[in-house]
C-alpha cells in the first residue's frame, strides 16, 4: 500500500517538447534514459526556537530513497534505481512512446551487508483502532508515503525530471499536501547513519519503520497508534518503530531535526547499543533514574553530534512563535548530576566537540564514544547509565582524553577518576534525597536470606512518573552455585485501604532479573494489578560467576489511579533462594 503525494515538477525546455509531441532529437529510435533531481523543501526554525521560519524554506535533496519508473495508468514499475548524495537519478533502457511517471517511495533500501532498511509510513487509518476486533493491518503493512511526478510520454532519447516535495504551506496555513514532511523525517535518517558510518563504515542497521501522519496528535490520557494518539514523538522498543507527531494544530515535529535525531538515537540505543531505561514522562532538570537519565541525555547530545548543532529546538504549531529549546553547550537545568540528563547530555557533547568552553578545552572525536557505546557499554554487567559509559569510555582514551573526561564529570558533580566505577561504587551526589539512593546497587548474595529493600517518592510526588531518584532500586546478584532460585519480594510496609472502592490502594512491586552482560532479561515477576498478590516465581538456571542484576519497582509510583494516601516510601524483603 503506498500514500501518494502529488509533486511539484520542474521541466526543462527539451522535456517540455516531449510533452507536446513534438520528438525528434538524438538517440534515433533507441531507448529512452530518464534523469533529473528529487529533493524537498525544509523548513528551520527561527531564532531561539520560535516557531518555524517559513521565509527561509531550504531546498534539500532526497538522498538514498528508491525512484521508480512507473506505468502512468496502472502504477506498475517500469524501472528503479537509488538517489544519490545530491538526490540526483538517472534511469536508462526505457522503451520510447510510453506513458510514465518518476515516483520517490519515502525509504532507504540496501539489502547488502552492511545495509539499512528505512521505511516512513502512514500509521493512521480513519475510523479504526489499535483494539478493533479483528485488529487493523500490522504497522509495517500501513501505506508507504511515496511523490508522483507527473505523467508524461518517453519521446525523447533523454528526458529530465525534476520533483520537489513541498511543504504545503501557503503563507498562513497548510492547504496543499504536506508532501515536504516524510522525505524530512527520512533525510534524517539517512544523515544519522551516514554520521554512523563515519566511525564505522561497516555498521549495518537493523529495519526501521517510521511512522508519520497529519492525524498523529497528542493525547495524555489514551495511546491508539491508529488512531493517532501518541503520548509525544517517540521511539517504540516494543515494536522498533518511531512515531512522529504531525498534527498541525498542536505541536508538529516533522522539520523539529533535534526531535527525530533523538528519537532515532533511540533506535540506536536499541539496535546497536544497549538501554536500560524505564522511559516514561520527563523534564528538563528533573533529578531521574540512572539508566533512564543516561538514555536520554545521550539521545540529546547524539543528535547535536549527527546534526552538528548544539541548540535542541522543539517548535511549536506553524504560524505561531510556539517553541522552546535548550543547548547542550554549557547548557544547564535543574541540579548538576549522574541523575540529569541535561548534565549527561553536556558530558558527551563536550568530549565529542572541539570548541573550548570552560572546562571543556579538547576533544576525544567520536570513534572512542561510539565504541564504547557498541563495545563495552552495551555488554557491560551494570545497567546502561553515565558510570558505566564514562568508566568504559576510560579505557578507549588517551592520557590527555582522560583528563577532559574527569574535569567533566567534575564539572557535572559526578564521582571521576580512580574512584569512578561501573557500579557507582564512590559516588556521593544523592541528588538531595534522604534515603533509597546508595549503594545505587545494593548488594545481595542469592543464599535464601531476605534483604529489606526500599523504595520512595519524595521528588516524585503526585506527578505519578514513577521514574525519579528513589522511585526504584538496582540490586546486583551474586550467585554461589548453578541452580534455579525461588524468588520472592514481600511488601512489608503498612499500607491502610481507603473508603473509596476505585482507589488502587495496595503494593505492587515488580521484579526484573537481569543477565549483566547479555543484557537479557531472565525473570520477572509482576502481579499485574493483583490485589495483596507478591510476586513469587522460580528462575531458570542461574550460573555461579555471572553477573545478575535486579530492578525493583513499586509500580504505583507511577499509576495515576493510585490512592492519594498511598505511602511515600515502601519496602520489601527481597530473597533468592536455591531450589531444594
Not at 175 to 199: C, E, H, K, W
Not at 325 to 330: D, I, P
Not at 451 to 462: A, H, L, M, Q, T
Request: a negative charge; charged letters at 20%.
Amino acid at each position: 500500500m503506498q500514500r501518494r503525494i502529488a509533486s511539484r515538477a520542474w521541466v526543462t525546455a527539451a522535456a517540455a517538447l516531449a510533452l507536446a509531441g513534438c520528438g525528434g532529437g538524438s538517440g534515433g529510435n533507441g531507448p529512452v534514459t530518464v534523469a533529473g533531481t528529487v529533493s524537498y523543501e525544509f523548513v528551520p526554525p527561527r531564532n531561539a526556537c520560535e516557531g518555524l521560519d517559513f521565509s527561509a524554506v531550504e531546498v534539500r535533496p532526497i538522498r538514498g530513497a528508491t525512484v521508480q519508473l512507473v506505468d502512468a495508468e496502472s502504477g506498475t514499475e517500469i524501472a528503479r534505481t537509488t538517489s544519490s548524495a545530491t538526490g540526483e537519478y538517472s534511469i536508462a533502457g526505457i522503451p520510447r512512446d510510453a506513458s510514465v511517471r518518476v515516483r520517490v517511495r519515502a525509504e532507504l533500501k540496501d539489502a547488502n551487508l552492511p545495509g539499512w532498511d528505512v521505511e516512513v509510513r502512514d500509521n493512521f487509518i480513519p475510523g479504526a483502532s489499535d483494539f478493533d476486533d479483528p485488529p487493523p493491518p500490522a504497522y509495517g503493512a500501513r501505506a508507504l508515503y511515496v511523490l508522483d511526478g507527473e505523467a508524461f510520454r518517453t519521446r525523447r532519447g533523454s528526458i529530465r525530471r525534476d520533483l520537489l516535495a513541498t511543504t504545503g504551506w501557503d503563507g498562513s496555513s497548510y492547504t496543499g499536501p504536506r508532501a515536504a514532511a516524510p522525505f524530512a523525517i527520512l533525510d534524517m535518517a539517512y544523515r544519522a547513519m551516514q554520521f554512523v558510518r563515519s566511525a564505522d563504515p561497516g555498521a549495518h542497521f537493523a529495519p526501521l519503520d517510521m511512522f508519520w501522519s497529519v492525524n498523529n496528535t497528542i493525547s495524555r490520557t489514551e495511546q491508539d497508534i491508529t488512531a493517532g494518539l501518541l503520548p509525544t514523538s517517540a521511539y517504540s522498543r516494543q515494536i522498533d518503530s518511531l512515531f512522529i507527531v504531525g498534527d498541525a494544530g498542536v505541536d508538529p515535529d516533522e522539520f523539529d531535526a533535534h526531535v527525530v535525531t533523538h528519537e532515532w538515537a533511540h533506535y540506536f540505543e536499541d539496535v546497536l547499543s544497549r538501554s536500560d531505561s524505564e522511559g516514561g514522562a520527563h523534564f528538563l532538570g528533573e533529578r531521574l533514574d540512572a539508566a533512564l537519565a543516561f538514555s536520554e541525555g545521550f539521545a540529546e547530545a547524539f543528535a547535536s553530534m549527527i546534526l552538528g548543532d548544539p541548540v535542541n529546538c522543539d517548535t511549536g504549531p506553524p504560524g505561531t512563535t510556539a517553541g522552546d529549546g535548550f543547548t547542550v553547550e554549557g547548557g544547564s537545568f535543574g541540579p548538576p548530576g549522574w541523575y540529569n540528563e541535561v548534565s549527561v547530555a553536556t558530558i558527551i557533547w563536550d568530549l565529542w566537540d572541539d570548541a573550548d568552553d570552560g572546562v571543556d578545552t579538547g576533544s576525544v572525536g567520536l570513534a572512542p564514544i561510539y565504541l564504547t557505546m557498541v563495545g563495552p557499554h552495551r555488554s557491560g554487567d551494570a545497567f546502561a547509565t553515565l558510570f558505566s559509559f564514562a568508566t568504559e569510555l576510560r579505557t578507549m582514551l588517551d592520557a590527555e582524553g582522560a583528563v577532559l573526561l574527569d574535569a567533566l564529570l567534575a564539572r557535572e558533580q559526578v564521582v571521576e577518576g580512580a574512584a569512578l566505577d561501573i557500579w557507582a561504587s564512590n559516588e556521593t551526589n544523592d541528588a538531595g534525597v534522604a534515603q533509597d539512593v546508595f549503594p545505587l546497587y545494593v548488594p545481595y548474595t542469592a543464599d535464601g536470606s531476605v534483604i529489606n529493600v526500599c523504595v520512595n517518592s519524595e521528588i516524585d510526588g503526585f506527578a505519578r512518573h514513577g521514574n525519579n531518584v528513589g522511585s526504584n532500586r538496582y540490586l546486583r546478584i551474586t550467585v554461589p552455585a548453578d541452580d534455579e532460585y525461588d524468588v520472592s519480594v514481600v511488601t512489608t510496609t503498612p499500607i491502610t485501604p481507603t473508603a473509596e472502592p476505585d482507589d488502587f490502594d495496595y503494593s505492587d512491586p515488580d521484579i526484573y532479573l537481569i543477565r549483566g552482560s547479555g543484557p537479557e532479561v531472565v525473570a520477572a515477576g509482576t502481579t499485574d494489578d493483583i490485589q495483596n498478590a507478591e510476586p513469587v516465581f522460580r528462575t531458570p538456571v542461574l550460573f555461579a560467576g555471572e553477573t545478575y542484576i535486579a530492578f525493583l519497582e513499586e509500580w504505583r509510583y507511577q499509576d495515576r489511579l493510585a490512592s492519594t494516601t498511598f505511602p511515600q516510601r515502601v519496602c520489601f524483603d527481597v530473597s533468592l533462594t536455591p531450589t531444594p
